[in-house]
Nanobody, 119 residues
């Protein structure tokens, strides 16, 4: 079955960096757009960024633009989220998700990894 497994979360001071990873299995990785989302306590899940199946197109939420970078390694079936200049408002559970190319919604979700930024 399809599995998306996030890792790399943790506690970091404001201004610090973290790199999240999401290892995908059970799917044809190159056929999927990959995305990162996050959900803070008491808030709805929100879009963070996405990367096309080829890696050629990326888009970011305004709140993370210039600080976060999404990338993918097809040889490892893994998508990454490099997070720099972290702020307390970045504290959330981060989820990766996979959307088949041409699809209208994300088909698969990971279990999430906690990121806590202390001020």
């Amino acid at each position: 079955q399809v599995q998306l497994v996030e890792s790399g979360g943790g506690l970091v001071q404001a201004g610090g960096s973290l790199r999240l990873s999401c290892a995908a299995s059970g799917l044809s990785f190159s056929s999927y757009t990959m995305g990162w989302f996050r959900q803070a306590p008491g808030k709805e899940r929100e879009f963070v960024c996405t990367i096309s199946w080829s890696g050629g197109r990326r888009s970011y939420a305004d709140s993370v633009k210039g600080r976060f970078t999404i990338s993918r390694d097809s040889a490892k079936n893994t998508v990454y989220l490099q997070m720099n200049s972290l702020k307390s408002e970045d504290t959330a559970v981060y989820y990766c998700a996979a959307q088949v190319v041409g699809g209208r919604s994300y088909d698969y979700w990971g279990q999430g990894t906690q990121v806590t930024v202390s001020s």
